[in-house]
């Protein structure tokens, strides 16, 4: 899969830490409920902390007792890619950055109590957040 921002893996690895690295590029997570923008309520807009592309509204945002942000859509409909992630010997759908294919979480259709019924579940260490 072919994404505007396209670096090499020695570029990738000079602008993140190891932690950002092994999660964006690696399809790493971060331990639940320790992520820095799991209580993170202000208005605003998350954004990829690879590239800085505009994820999510923070109007989206909700609590959903998972341990990860978690957010019932995203900003728009090519803000993420949805791929098959079949690790770990279960078959679930992958979210990843549309503009640099950066490894941000899972997404699940658990979430009856949103408009979409879906739970997109960040990783903190995936994103960025910004007030308005």
């Known amino acids: 899969m072919d994404f505007p921002v396209n670096k090499t893996d020695e570029q990738w690895r000079s602008e993140l830490t190891e932690f950002e690295y092994f999660v964006l590029r690696q399809a790493g997570t971060e331990r639940a ?43 728009a409909d090519h803000a993420v890619v949805i791929r098959e992630d079949r690790s770990h010997g279960m078959v679930r ?28 579940c960040i990783n903190s260490v995936s994103i960025t957040f910004e007030t308005e």
């Open 33 to 75: 409920y320790t992520g820095e923008l799991l209580e993170e309520h202000r208005t605003g807009s998350f954004k990829c902390r690879a590239c800085n592309a505009f994820l999510f509204k923070s109007e989206t945002k909700f609590d959903s007792h998972c341990g990860w942000p978690s957010f019932y859509e995203p900003q």
């Open 93 to 120: 759908q992958e979210v990843l950055c549309s503009n640099c294919g950066s490894h941000l979480g899972h997404v699940f259709e658990d979430a009856p109590q949103t408009p979409t019924g879906d739970r997109f």
